[in-house]
């Protein structure tokens, strides 16, 4: 699946394919398995026991796992999601250097919902979006906020 989101003003592709992980792993040595699977492992369970209804405890459980994933590897997968669309994409830095702001949570929610799709079934996709066009997340206080109370 190929996916379109403007980054500073640049119209950027994203594919979606598998084989986006072959790319991964030859540039950064890894399996994006490893970063992704816990996320997807987590949410897909809720869909099956909750009858494709997320509450809000649900929703910070995937946010959570998400949360979990650092910088560098968000950065990686949205690298190798860019060069399987643009097969002479610049390394890395060299690419990531040509962007004035990048919005990494746009971006990945951007795309993640094209990452699940490519890894699961289609009708645990389905059932995984229904329950979230369905669920109302809970107000979120960041991080900082909620270490000082």
């Known amino acids: 699946m190929i996916k379109n989101i403007e980054i500073a003003g640049k119209d950027v592709k994203f594919d979606t394919s598998l084989s986006w992980m072959f790319l991964y792993k030859t540039q950064f040595g890894s399996d994006p398995i490893d970063i992704i699977m816990p996320a ?3 949410a897909v369970p809720l869909f099956e026991n909750a009858g494709n209804t997320l509450t809000a405890a649900d929703i910070d459980m995937i946010t959570d796992v998400l949360s979990e994933m650092n910088v560098t590897e968000g950065l990686q997968l949205i690298w190798a999601l860019a060069a399987n669309a643009e097969k002479d994409i610049d390394e890395p830095t060299a690419w990531y250097h040509g962007f004035d702001t990048f919005p990494l949570d746009e971006i990945l929610a951007g795309i993640v ?37």
């Not at 979230?132 to 270490?147: D, E, H, L, Q």
């Open 113 to 149: 919902p094209a990452i699940v799709e490519s890894c699961l079934s289609t009708k645990k996709f389905q059932a995984l979006s229904q329950a979230a066009k369905k669920a109302v997340p809970k107000k979120r206080t960041s991080r900082a906020s909620s270490r000082q109370a």
């Open 40 to 42: 997807i492992k987590a």
